[in-house]
């Protein structure tokens, strides 16, 4: 995006001629530093010869540059009817039905890119949760043999604040509905919703409680409610 293209978004605009004036100062002081910086840059000293940051006018633009896909448009004009949740849904959809993929994007790639962009809409391409708080999204097997989405997350995700990791959960559930892959099916391998209990508990023992104390019979129940409802695998890695 050029200054000039900056700039012509807001004329449209009806505001005071000082907040315009303010604008395209910013701006052109903007581009000027930019301008420097790669003039600094080409001379190769530094380890990159690239500016890492990137110039974004709106949310729309900073999802589409922090993952490098054509979206800015259709995301502008989604978001003027919806709310950034709703949204993040329906773009999500659309990129794990393969609109906005390369040609040869496997169903995984499709899917791993729906939920982090879905994630950078609600979090307003502003953290680094979307890119580096999801450390995968894969394809894996139930015991029965049918096919269910785990996402990994990582430390990263506390970045993008509590409420904005669970809708996470709800998007990466979309997508998988959409393609039609299965839930994943708890405790077919192993104990997980023990192990969740019992790792719980060690956190709260060795680390620090928590502000109220939820008995192990709630978990239990919850974890099968949580795989009735959710249907979809979340392993937490906190890699710190």
């Not at 580096?132 to 097997?141: A, F, L, T, W």
């Not at 249907?231 to 890699?239: A, F, G, K, N, T």
Request: net charge negative; proline share 2%.
């Amino acid at each position: 995006m050029s200054e000039n293209d900056a700039i012509s978004r807001i004329s449209d605009i009806k505001m005071p001629n000082y907040y315009l004036d303010y604008y395209s100062s910013l701006s052109t002081e903007t581009y000027t530093i930019f301008e420097h910086a790669a003039s600094a840059k080409s001379t190769l000293v530094d380890s990159s010869g690239i500016i890492e940051p990137r110039i974004a006018f709106d949310l729309a633009d900073r999802v589409a540059k922090m993952h490098e896909i054509d979206i800015a448009d259709p995301l502008r004009e989604i978001l003027k009817i919806n709310g950034k949740e709703l949204s993040a849904l329906i773009l999500a959809k659309e990129i794990a039905l393969g609109k906005y993929c390369l040609p040869d994007a496997s169903l995984e790639d499709k899917l791993d890119l729906a939920v982090r962009v879905g994630l950078a809409i609600i979090t307003e391409g502003v953290t680094i949760a979307p890119l580096q708080g999801i450390s995968e999204v894969k394809i894996k097997k139930n015991k029965d043999g049918t096919d269910y989405l785990s996402v990994s997350i990582a430390g990263p995700m506390r970045s993008a604040g509590g409420t904005e990791s669970a809708v996470t959960l709800l998007i990466a559930d979309h997508v998988r509905k959409i393609v039609g892959l299965s839930k994943f099916q708890a405790n077919s391998f192993d104990d997980e919703t023990g192990r969740f209990v019992e790792e719980l508990r060690i956190y709260e023992r060795e680390a620090s409680s928590f502000q109220f104390h939820i008995l192990d019979e709630i978990l239990n129940m919850s974890s099968l409610i949580f795989q009735s409802n959710w249907l979809v695998l979340i392993q937490i890695h906190m890699r710190l």
